[in-house]
């Protein structure tokens, strides 16, 4: 089915569905009629400077927004779906900074799904976001990521959920995307600057079980395993502990470890560590990651996705993909200071990889302030960040306006 004839379809299904709370209903036709319709409007400004001599920089301003929509819950059943549309207003990217990421004229239907409900276990397939640490769509551009995938989920258990799932395919932000770390994905070779199709992931999906669990108040504990068929297999766990003391703090580890199909490909972990403490309006933070391995040794298996970055020294501009370069040791500094309308963060972030004229400290700045009175549902961020390289013709610097308002 082509974008626009999915497009009238979506806005036909969006339009005869009155917006009412979504609710139990027990009858067919109070199906749709009970549903409910929500989303955002959008306006991206991302301009990007570069050191590095005959390199030009970028500057690009986007607008689109997205359309949510879901039914009631008729005998346990919904359906529901996302429809996404971007496009390009003004860009000056001489060198295709933007192509894999941001520049995408044109619309998609993300979501597209069943969703049904017996007791405590949930199954939904179809289009989806996700969000888990091997399998996770980014919402950082306009585009947003998704999932062609099936998911089960039971909490029969007390403060504890179980899943488990098979994804196939992957929708990246745009039809130019390409991520070496993903290379098993059939990306688009010859992409025109649209958004991103679902691509195949492999010649046989990928397969996780997941399960999140609280044994007290104190302590969390999260664990995935994740099965790239033909590709790789890995495994994460992390575990946070909130200290019992009067200042609200914390302390946290976590660990991914992988094997290679690939006889090619070295197994390397990674392995970090977190704390943290809030006071009144501001948290403070560290944190510190390693990778073993050796210099050109295969890099840590991260994920699926560019929302799978949950290691605990992740930026914005790079995501701190550096830290899952084998033998790469990162640390990270940062504060986060928040009041009613306005929430701020900044971190330092530095990363020692053996190679040389790779090591990277990069600092980032966000901030986002949530309009009150008759703007409330609307949000302005700004994102700023610093790279500074070993190898100096790398240095560059970003910086991302967001203007959001939901419906």
């Not at 996404?84 to 004229?105: E, F, P, R, V, W």
């Not at 199909?261 to 970090?272: E, H, K």
């Amino acid at each position: 089915m082509s974008n626009k004839n999915i497009s009238i379809f979506t806005l036909s299904f969006i339009f005869s569905t009155s917006v009412f709370a979504n609710d139990t209903v027990s009858s067919f036709d109070q199906w749709f009629s009970a549903g409910n319709v929500h989303g955002a409007m959008k306006s991206y400004y991302f301009v990007q400077t570069f050191d590095k001599d005959g390199s030009h920089d970028s500057q690009i301003w986007a607008n689109g927004g997205n359309i949510t929509f879901n039914t009631g819950k008729f005998n346990g059943f919904e359906l529901g779906g996302e429809f996404q549309g971007s496009y390009i207003n003004s860009i000056n990217d001489k060198d295709a900074k933007t192509a894999g990421n941001m520049d995408a004229d044109g619309a998609i239907l993300s979501e597209s799904y069943l969703k049904y409900t017996l007791g405590n276990t949930i199954f939904k397939g179809g289009r989806q976001h996700f969000s888990s640490p091997f399998v996770a769509n980014s919402g950082s551009r306009l585009i947003k990521e998704s999932f062609e995938m099936y998911q089960i989920r039971n909490h029969s258990l007390v403060n504890t959920e179980i899943s488990a799932g098979y994804v196939s395919k992957y929708q990246t932000r745009t039809d130019k995307s390409y991520y070496a770390d993903n290379d098993f994905v059939d990306f688009e070779k010859k992409g025109t600057g649209r958004p991103g199709e679902f691509y195949d992931i492999g010649n046989s999906g990928m397969w996780f079980a997941q399960i999140n669990t609280s044994p007290s108040k104190i302590i969390k504990i999260q664990a995935q395993y994740a099965n790239v068929v033909d590709e790789v297999k890995a495994l994460y766990t992390d575990i946070k502990y909130t200290l019992p003391i009067p200042l609200k703090s914390y302390i946290a580890a976590q660990f991914y470890t992988n094997s290679w199909d690939n006889s090619n490909f070295a197994n390397n972990d990674l392995f970090g560590v977190k704390v943290g403490a809030s006071h009144k309006n501001f948290e403070f933070f560290a944190a510190y990651t390693t990778a073993s391995g050796s210099e050109g040794e295969h890099r840590v298996f991260r994920g699926v996705g560019q929302g799978a970055y949950y290691q605990f020294t992740t930026t914005t501009k790079t995501a701190g993909v550096a830290a899952f370069e084998a033998g790469t040791n990162s640390y990270q500094i940062g504060m986060e200071y928040k009041i009613t309308q306005l929430d701020g963060m900044i971190r330092y972030t530095s990363f020692d990889n053996p190679e040389v004229g790779k090591d990277l400290d990069e600092w980032t700045l966000n901030l986002v302030y949530n309009f009150p009175g008759s703007l409330k549902n609307c949000a302005l961020s700004v994102d700023f960040s610093v790279l500074d390289y070993e190898d100096n013709d790398k240095d560059a610097t970003d910086l991302r306006t967001k203007f959001i308002y939901k419906f």
